[in-house]
């Protein structure tokens, strides 16, 4: 019901804006964009976002209004249903909540094309700098989530609700102060990455309004979190849904500007992104304190305690500092890639947003497997683990395969879309043509440390993750792009080296079978 009124809805803007935003002036844009157009989405989205807050709100006839009463189930039962049918049912809305992410990065791209491939290059570096702080708050809802998900396969429901509770306070304090540091120190950030330039200027730009919603963005991360470790994934994708429609409404208008809204240019993107986060936080913030996301949330304005706070982060330091040494080597990345000049600068920005058609499905098999073990660890069932794991491997590296191969097929015609150039477009088949066999690599390596870090074993997932990035995947990268005859291709074959020791190691930790005794 949520995916047929979003294509409709979608369909319905189509109609109305394709004309306008295949423009290729932003003066044509902006005058075309009439104040008619704008009260069209602007009445449109209020319907959607309506229809997504009012969806199952009211309880069933079988369920009782008493307060006392626990919350409808909603989701998936990962104890106890058919493994297959289970797995897909429960990861696949998490796919669609990844792709909705993809949005925001498609969506500005493709409206700050405009500005040159200086504002592309910034877009992906800003990408980079926003996945290294997410990092932060990342790692303590994974924590949240592994937590939760153990105490409710062990029949401890109570204590999983007051832990999801005790979470979100300490999760917005942390946004907060977070917040005012990295806007504060990000133009040290981005010269420390040494962006000169407009791509400097456009970069500053956009990291100046997209902060605002910082705070915001852990708090969704978290809220996301603790419906996700009950079995429901389908509220995660409807908050993110929303946000990526939201973008697509507010990026054209903040961006070209419309009647007294001046155009803003790269403000404008932050803007949009920032306004769209802050918007879908408030509906998930209203629908978990109505229990639309199968726990009872309450809400606790009483500063989180110390102990529930310290068993997060026992095993949310460690996926934070998995996180940090992958963006940590992709920020680094990028420092290699810089140096080939703007045009391969450029590629791999859009190399990495095709890249995102695989990573973010696997992401959500990895995090529903997360999930998956930690509650059938807690019920005592390892068995149904290593069935979920097994299943996952060879099916999501099949359709892993099938992505990557249509993804270097259409590769040429989807760089159009945002350069002309053949340098550009040259570089980008380049890269597409190392990548794509590091996929189904990928794929094993993800639901490896999943399984890892859902059992209880972070700190064995960190140094799988450390040893093939950090030690691995820069070094190789640079050194095949320097010293040998490789040039820019060697970065790509430095990555491919670095999936190949991560699907490796992790694999072998996970058939050794010791992550079955750990405790949380």
């Known amino acids: 019901k949520i995916l047929a009124r979003s294509l409709f809805f979608l369909n319905k803007v189509k109609m109305h804006s394709l004309t306008l935003i295949t423009r290729e002036t932003k003066e044509e844009f902006h005058d075309t964009m009439t104040s008619e157009h704008f009260v069209f989405l602007l009445s449109t989205f209020v319907s959607l976002l309506r229809d997504y807050i009012i969806v199952d709100s009211k309880p069933s006839p079988t369920q009782t209004v008493n307060s006392s009463s626990p919350p409808q189930l909603r989701g998936v039962d990962l104890l106890r249903g058919d493994v297959t049918p289970s797995l897909w049912k ?96 990000m133009p040290f950030l981005l010269h420390l990455l040494g962006l000169k330039g407009e791509v400097e200027m456009y970069a500053l730009a956009y990291m100046s309004m997209v902060l605002f919603a910082f705070p915001a963005n852990l708090l969704i991360f978290q809220i996301n979190s603790i419906a996700r470790s009950a079995g429901n994934s389908m509220f995660s994708m409807r908050v993110l849904v929303i946000s990526a429609l939201l973008n697509i409404a507010f990026a054209p208008v903040f961006i070209y500007g419309i009647g007294p809204i001046p155009a803003l240019g790269m403000y404008g993107a932050g803007l949009a992104t920032a306004l769209a986060i802050i918007t879908s936080c408030s509906i998930a ?31 949310g330091v460690p996926t934070s500092l998995q996180m940090l040494c992958i963006s940590s080597t992709r920020v680094s990345i990028y420092g290699i890639v810089s140096s080939f000049g703007l045009a391969t600068t450029t590629a791999y920005t859009l190399g ?48 892993a395969a099938s992505i990557g191969s249509l993804i270097f097929l259409g590769s040429n ?34 639901l490896s440390i999943r399984v890892l870090s859902g059992a209880g074993k972070p700190f064995v997932s960190l140094g799988i993750v450390f040893f093939s990035f950090l030690c691995t995947q820069f070094p190789a990268a640079y050194i095949l792009s320097h010293y040998t005859s490789l040039q820019s291709s060697g970065i790509w074959f430095g990555v491919l080296t670095s999936y190949c020791c991560f699907a490796g190691s992790s694999a072998i930790f996970v058939a050794q079978k010791r992550w079955i005794q750990a405790v949380i």
């Open 352 to 399: 990495t947003r095709m890249d995102f058609l695989i990573f973010m499905p696997v992401l959500a098999f990895g995090i529903a497997m997360e999930t998956i073990t930690a509650q059938n660890l807690g019920a005592q069932q390892p068995e149904r683990v290593i069935q979920f794991y097994r299943t996952a491997v060879w099916q999501v590296s099949a359709l």
């Open 90 to 185: 429960f990861a696949t809305p998490l796919i669609f909540s990844f792709l909705a992410q993809i949005v925001y990065v498609w969506i500005d791209t493709f409206f700050i094309r405009h500005l040159g491939p200086a504002a592309i290059a910034a877009a992906g570096v800003c990408e980079q700098v926003m996945f290294f702080t997410y990092t932060l708050g990342g790692g303590f809802a994974t924590g949240t989530s592994i937590l939760v998900a153990r105490r409710i396969g062990e029949q401890r429901r109570e204590e999983a609700e007051n832990i999801a509770s005790q979470s979100l306070n300490a999760m917005f304090l942390a946004g907060v102060i977070l917040g005012i540091i990295l806007y504060a120190a």
């Open 413 to 446: 015609t989807f760089a159009q879309i945002f350069v002309k150039d053949a340098a550009v477009l040259s570089a980008v088949h380049s890269y597409l043509s190392v990548s794509i066999f590091g996929y189904p690599l990928l794929v094993l390596g993800v």
């Open 285 to 315: 913030v209203w629908n978990i304190f109505n229990d639309r996301s199968g726990l009872r949330i309450r809400l606790n304005l009483a500063l989180p305690h110390w102990k529930i706070v310290r068993q997060i982060l026992t095993l």
